[in-house]
């Protein structure tokens, strides 16, 4: 068992981590999951550093909107200003720390904090008038009083922040990630929007194991045995995982896996189930996306799905509905899970509702599969304590193909994406 | 009374008794106690809907246009059961100990889709040594058919801002 974290190398990254690829080994130490100092190193070197992901451009439609959430484990305010700029600050006073947003969304020119009423303009500019000598004459002159900006990029829509001033821009950090953005995008011809709340649950186990379940291709059959039994009779036919898949790499520490599935899916494969006013309806949305942007990306879009984590903690799964699901640790074993539905801009009130039920019959807490990937996660979890005397996970799967040979999406190579990226950042001073 | 709402007042079920509808629920309580779900479903008619709708959503929440945690029609519903019978079902198996308690039961209205029933729920469900408390109230449009009262729609809404305590919603609440 490794005593220290951290190998003398910072290029050796972590000692919990095997990577033997002349081998064709890769194990992932348990303590990784279970230990505080872990956890407290990833707060420092993953969540203080990384791009995280804070939300959807849809959800502040107009100047003023804002929204508070917890992102990274610290709360945030994600608003619009007077001229409709977009804004990420910290929900905490400077002067004695309460929050100065306390309700989930809203319209506001300014925020004001209810412990003293030091007020904000939404530009997080200090807009308190004291009496004259309360404070220095030239208080505020370094920005103290203002509202603490974090770094705040978009792409396609989608809003990450980044407590690090020396972190590279968003769209290096995305590297080839940016791809399945463009793809969600291209979904409709005015872009995207998040349907309605989100779904606000926890996981009692260690939030990488999430990252590992929400692109695991292997699980699919012995996990979601009775989502695929109902899947088989809501299709008509054998609900069967394709022979052919795409395994990406998209660099620092992205990865997904593409497919072709049972399934039907809103933008655009039409199953028998749906009707024959549904074929129609869906042959006009393909041919749109077709028109827009080609045959061979609209069989990306419309035909095949993918299942794709950036690191370090969103997760972008484009199945029989798309999800944006992202999570944080309260502590090693418990994680707060955050997950919003997408779903094309303008799109019918009877579209909605067959891409929300779609939704519904896999996803969230109360769908057919993802409840029994939430137990098996927690039953993992339970079975770390052992550690001391069963100490490895193995995610070598796929790892010795021949070099040349593509992975599968039953490989684990996607994880291992992850790992690598993991121990990296880990191993950095 | 004129004609016309003579007309309209045939196609609305009068209500019964409050004590009707309570035993009504304490029976289906039962059911899903006692993990008789076949029994539970045959409650359901098949133009039925079971909801459940997000963490403090109001009544008037959407399915069409929110995202809820459930939404079944008759055929989802039936799968739901077979599903939570089936031993691979992992959340569920081993089998979780619940329990259902039914309170305020109000008689709310009658049109022609049936009577609206409203009551107060606290649903505990126990498995791997811990405990997990639902609380909401359940909306529900009953119907008398061939003498026998059935369910048209069940809505249940939790009282609280989300799952992060429970998780789950891997029972009928």
Aim: with cysteine; proline share 4%; net charge negative.
């Amino acid at each position: 068992m490794p005593d220290t974290l951290v190998t003398e190398s910072n290029t050796q990254g972590t000692s919990l981590i095997v990577d033997d690829r002349e081998g064709g080994l890769f194990k992932v130490h348990r303590k990784a999951f279970l230990d505080d100092d872990v956890l407290e190193m990833e707060r420092d070197k993953i969540f203080n550093r990384c791009w995280l992901f804070a939300g959807h451009a849809s959800e502040l439609k107009n100047p003023n909107d804002f929204l508070t959430r917890n992102v990274g484990g610290k709360e945030l305010i994600f608003n619009r200003d007077r001229k409709g700029d977009f804004h990420a600050f910290l929900n905490t006073c400077p002067h004695r720390g309460a929050m100065v947003e306390r309700q989930e969304s809203g319209n506001a020119l300014g925020f004001k904090c209810f412990y003293h009423g030091w007020a904000f303009n939404n530009n997080g500019n200090y807009a308190t008038r004291h009496q004259k000598g309360t404070y220095p004459e030239d208080f505020n002159h370094d920005g103290c009083a203002n509202l603490v900006e974090v770094r705040l990029e978009q792409y396609r829509d989608f809003f990450f922040i980044n407590f690090d001033d020396a972190a590279e821009p968003l769209e290096s950090y995305l590297a080839d990630s940016k791809l399945i953005f463009d793809l969600i995008h291209n979904h409709g011809p005015d872009g995207m929007e998040v349907i309605g709340g989100a779904q606000k649950y926890s996981i009692r186990s260690n939030w990488k194991l999430l990252m590992e379940n929400s692109y695991d291709g292997y699980h699919a059959v012995d996990t979601h045995e009775t989502y695929f039994k109902y899947l088989t009779d809501a299709i008509g036919g054998p609900a069967e995982l394709p022979q052919v898949t795409n395994v990406m790499d998209l660099n620092n520490g992205h990865a997904s896996i593409e497919g072709d599935a049972p399934w039907g899916r809103p933008v655009a494969k039409w199953i028998p189930a749906w009707g024959e006013q549904a074929k129609t309806e869906i042959d006009a949305i393909r041919a749109e996306v077709v028109s827009r942007v080609g045959e061979e990306e609209a069989h990306r879009i419309c035909q095949l799905g993918r299942n794709t984590g950036i690191f370090p903690n969103l997760v972008i799964n484009d199945i029989m509905a798309i999800t944006i699901r992202t999570f944080y640790p309260v502590a090693p074993g418990v994680m707060n899970v955050t997950a919003w539905a997408l779903g094309v801009k303008g799109e019918s009130r009877e579209f909605r509702k067959r891409r929300l039920d779609n939704f519904l019959e896999f996803l969230g807490p109360g769908g057919f599969a993802t409840p029994d990937d939430v137990e098996a996660l927690e039953s993992a979890y339970r079975g770390y304590a052992a550690y001391q005397f069963a100490p490895w996970n193995d995610i070598s799967r796929g790892m010795s193909r021949p070099e040349g040979e593509p992975f599968k999406a039953d490989d684990e190579e996607q994880m291992r994406c992850f790992w690598r990226e993991w121990n990296r950042r880990m191993g950095e001073e | 009374m004129s004609a016309q709402k003579q007309q309209a007042s045939a196609s609305v079920e009068q209500p019964q008794p409050r004590s009707a509808y309570e035993d009504f629920l304490y029976e289906e309580a039962a059911m899903l106690d006692e993990w008789r779900l076949e029994e539970w479903l045959d409650l359901f008619t098949e133009e039925s809907i079971y909801e459940v709708p997000r963490a403090g959503a109001d009544d008037s929440a959407d399915s069409a246009e929110d995202l809820f945690y459930i939404s079944d029609n008759y055929f989802r519903l039936g799968h739901r059961v077979k599903r939570m019978l089936d031993k691979a079902a992992h959340a569920e198996w081993p089998r979780s100990i619940q329990s259902h308690i039914i309170s305020n039961v109000r008689v709310t209205g009658s049109d022609e889709k049936g009577v609206h029933v409203t009551c107060r729920f606290i649903t505990h469900r126990a498995k791997n040594d811990v405990t997990d408390t639902y609380v909401g109230h359940h909306n529900y449009i009953l119907k008398t058919v061939s003498g026998k009262m059935r369910i048209m729609s069940k809505r249940s809404f939790l009282a609280s801002d989300s799952l992060r305590e429970q998780g789950k919603v891997t029972i009928i609440l």
